[in-house]
């Protein structure tokens, strides 16, 4: 028997949210960091960087940062991004519901953010994770995400540039109300 879903293609492929989002209320704009995923996955090296990059392209915008990630790479969080308790996947869903944004190189932590409707930007490498190698910097299944690809092998400078001008870009729509912010 066939498993595919007779009459099903991209153009019928929708990308709202359908994960209940909790609500957490808090003050400040809120940005989730994850950046770096299971090492036990077999690519996990393509999409490896070292963390600094992320960190510097994110550092200086006064907002708050708190971390989504855990157990392997948690030691490289600076004092700055918030620790967050992360011992379960309720724990890690409370938390990327609490933000405004996720930035995020692990595709678990991607797929829980955007499926919930919260704006998620993807890091992913030149060789990306198969949902994410449709071209562009979109993708059908998540209206929330967007996509910042690697495009030399072994060199993240140039996305890392992205993601700090994307962000300065960001956080100037919500200030002016453009982008509504969930908090």
Known sequence: P?????GIEYKDVWGRAYI?????PRTK??????WQGNPNFEHDHRKYFPPELL???VNGYVVEFVSLQRDEGSQHRPEWIAESKLDSWLDTQEVAASCDLVISSCPSVAHLSA???VP??????ILPYYLWAVPGDRVPWYDSVRLFRQTKYESWTEVFDQVR???GNYLNEVQHG??????
């Not at 209940?20 to 957490?24: E, G, K, M, T, V």
């Not at 453009?178 to 908090?183: D, F, K, L, M, N």
């Open 178 to 183: 453009r982008i509504r912010s969930v908090g």
């Open 20 to 24: 209940p989002r909790p609500q957490a």
């Open 115 to 117: 499926a919930m409707g």
């Open 29 to 34: 704009f809120r940005i989730g960091l994850r």
């Open 55 to 57: 960190f510097n392209a």
């Open 120 to 125: 998620t930007w993807v890091v992913i490498p």
């Open 165 to 167: 001008v994307a962000l």
């Open 2 to 6: 066939s498993h595919d879903i007779p």
